[in-house]
């Protein structure tokens, strides 16, 4: 067991902020006021769970509470001492995981927690007891010997978890420890995190970009501009929505998103999100235009639903006075229809390196116009197909054709067709926005007042213009989302590829981010995109899972969730059907292997 060490007696919280403010100076621009005057409790024993959108002080909070910054002005107590005035006595009581955790790739996953055992000063009788319980908590036990480089995501962030824990902490802190993770492993790391505090009784705070994750808290803090908006149990931000939610049934079968782009634009409604082939929405308790909203929904299907912690949520953001409408997105030339119906062909595509299949002979069609996700768990090949496709790794076999293009023979042809959103945001961040811009332009080939009109555009469908002077490393998570994006559609290509965009954004970010997407595929441009939020999968016309570099299914959302439906499960969601479908190949794969090594034997 790996106990969280605790006080004898009647304790004060875990944690404890009053009037917290913390500000961070920049060269050439405002200072960013971080934290401004928050307040908070952590009890012992407790998950709690810091949610808000990019920016709003959420890491900082969590590096304030680790000792690594120091405020500006306000009072911090973790563990009973003044994280001010003495911040070693409270880094050896706790441990911290941030964003990034600092693994060593080309050292094993065995040399990675002895690593951070010696840094910690952990014996060898302490090690002797505590990794078999790592080992066993995280199921790393068979990789061992595997270098860290070489693991997947999601079991890296198990790995990471495994060296913050190679002592026992009084406090853990994590930041955003599932992002970037596929549903299966973020279920499995959840389940860790749950044994940590339910069986162990360690205390927890941690920041998530996952709602759900949330909910499963004993309390959550929802932090936005630096304040408090709400703090409590999860049940006091869902009442926020209670007596508004509803779903609506559009009148054609695939109508969902349009349905959800339309509902989204009204200013009388909080919250609009694909749901089963369904609309969720949330109503404003008040508003103008309600007439014209009922008009809308006029001759479909709409039933009350109860309010869940996502309502609740985006209520509260919603209400804030800087409300911010979710807008769409306007092309300078619409594509237009004509020519093939199929703009993307993959036929039997391969790709080795060495005696690595990472793509394994896999096919699927796009049609133009059409949003696609290729969904699948870490490492499954998401992003090597993704590269092949833009031209930018060579297959090792099979056909890659881009509206008629052979991509493996002409592939800067094909690539003058296309953009392309990296996971990691292909930023040059010391350049500005306004010069990231002037780059890419100039990549793509747009001169003279071709050039300047595309810049104008994209500065102001992004609304970028109030960060034009800033550095690219210094914008919050939104803004580069923002910039990667607008940065893609200088060329105005026919094929937009988005490699996990909203990887870490928050809910309300990921509105914005799906309401131009649906507004480019009305307007015809075609698009492909991966991402670990199965919700989001609503919004594509068709779906393809991958895992060990086969595709698994692929169909519409609707096709995709029926193969997970059961007799005690008549309308799971994407995330059941995405598990279920992985779940089941690997068992299938499992079984085929113990049936060669028997008949080898």
């Given at each position: 067991m790996i106990a969280a060490t605790q006080s004898p007696g009647p304790v004060a919280p875990a944690l404890i902020a009053g009037e917290l403010r913390h500000a961070f100076r920049r060269e050439k621009a405002p200072p960013v006021q971080a934290l401004d005057g928050v307040s908070l409790e952590v009890g012992h024993g407790e998950l709690t769970a810091l949610i808000g959108p990019d920016g709003a002080g959420k890491t900082t909070l969590?590096?304030?509470?680790?000792?690594?910054?120091?405020?500006?002005?306000?009072?911090?107590k973790v563990l009973d001492v003044e994280v001010a005035v003495d911040p070693q006595r409270v880094q050896d009581r706790i441990s911290y995981m941030p964003q990034r955790f600092g693994l060593y790739?080309?050292?094993?996953?065995?040399?990675?927690?002895?690593?951070?055992?010696?840094?910690?000063?952990?014996?060898?009788?302490?090690?002797?007891?505590?990794?078999?319980?790592?080992?066993?908590?995280?199921?790393?036990?068979?990789?061992?010997?595997?270098?860290?480089?070489?693991?997947?995501?999601?079991?890296?962030?198990?790995?990471?978890?495994?060296?913050?824990?190679?002592?026992?902490?009084e406090l853990l802190l994590l930041d955003e420890p599932t992002v970037g993770v596929d549903p299966l492993s973020r279920r499995e790391l959840w389940e860790i995190v749950r044994h940590l505090v339910t069986d162990e009784g360690m205390t927890v705070l941690l920041s998530t970009a996952y709602l759900d994750e949330a909910e499963r808290c004993s309390r959550v803090v929802l932090l936005h501009h630096g304040k408090v908006l709400s703090q409590g149990n999860p049940s006091d931000v869902t009442h926020n929505a209670a007596g508004l939610s509803f779903i609506a049934q559009p009148s054609q079968p695939r109508g969902a998103r349009a349905l959800q782009a339309q509902l989204l634009?009204?200013?009388?409604?909080?919250d609009a999100v694909p749901d089963g082939g369904r609309v969720r929405f949330v109503r404003a308790t008040a508003g103008q235009d309600v007439a014209a909203t009922d008009e809308l929904l006029r001759g479909l299907a709409v039933t009350p639903v109860p309010a869940c912690f996502e309502d609740g949520f985006m209520m509260l953001l919603r209400r804030s006075a800087d409300r911010e409408q979710v807008k769409a997105i306007a092309v300078d030339r619409p594509v237009r229809g004509e020519g093939q119906p199929v703009i993307v062909k993959v036929r039997d595509l391969v790709k080795r390196f060495g005696d690595f299949i990472a793509v394994d002979h896999i096919d699927f069609e796009v049609r133009r116009g059409e949003i696609f996700a290729l969904l699948g768990p870490n490492g499954a090949g998401k992003t090597t197909t993704f590269r092949m496709l833009c031209g930018l790794l060579a297959a090792s076999g099979g056909e890659l054709n881009i509206g008629g293009t052979d991509v493996r023979r002409a592939p800067a042809s094909a690539r003058s067709r296309l953009g392309y959103v990296a996971q990691k945001?292909?930023?040059?961040?010391?350049?500005?926005v306004?010069?990231?811009?002037?780059?890419?332009?100039?990549?793509?080939?747009?001169?003279?007042?071709?050039?300047?009109?595309?810049?104008?555009?994209?500065?102001?469908?992004?609304?970028?213009?109030?960060q034009a002077g800033m550095a690219s490393a210094q914008l919050p998570g939104g803004f580069k989302q923002r910039l990667a994006m607008a940065a893609a559609l200088l060329h105005e290509p026919e094929i937009l590829f988005l490699d996990e965009p909203t990887s870490g954004a928050d809910p309300l970010a990921r509105r914005v981010f799906w309401r131009r997407i649906t507004a480019l595929a009305e307007q015809g441009v075609t698009v492909i995109v991966t991402t670990h939020f199965m919700q989001e999968a609503e919004y594509c016309d068709r779906v393809a899972i991958m895992d060990a570099g086969k595709v698994l299914a692929q169909g519409s959302?609707?096709?995709?969730?029926?193969?997970?439906?059961?007799?005690?499960k008549l309308e799971p969601n994407m995330e059941d059907a995405f598990i279920a479908i992985v779940q089941e190949a690997r068992m299938e794969q499992a079984q085929e292997t113990v049936g060669e090594a028997r008949a080898a034997a």
């Open positions: 969590i590096r304030l509470a680790a000792g690594l910054l120091r405020a500006d002005s306000g009072t911090l790739e080309d050292l094993t996953v065995a040399e990675n927690l002895d690593l951070y055992a010696d840094l910690h000063g952990v014996t060898d009788e302490q090690r002797a007891q505590r990794y078999p319980q790592l080992m066993e908590m995280t199921a790393l036990a068979p990789f061992k010997q595997r270098l860290a480089g070489q693991l997947s995501g999601g079991m890296k962030q198990k790995l990471g978890l495994a060296c913050t824990l190679v002592r026992s902490p634009d009204r200013p009388d409604i909080i945001f292909s930023l040059y961040g010391p350049l500005t306004a010069e990231n811009l002037e780059f890419f332009a100039s990549a793509y080939g747009l001169r003279g007042q071709r050039r300047r009109a595309r810049i104008a555009w994209a500065m102001q469908q992004f609304e970028l213009g109030t959302p609707g096709e995709i969730r029926q193969r997970a439906s059961t007799a005690a």
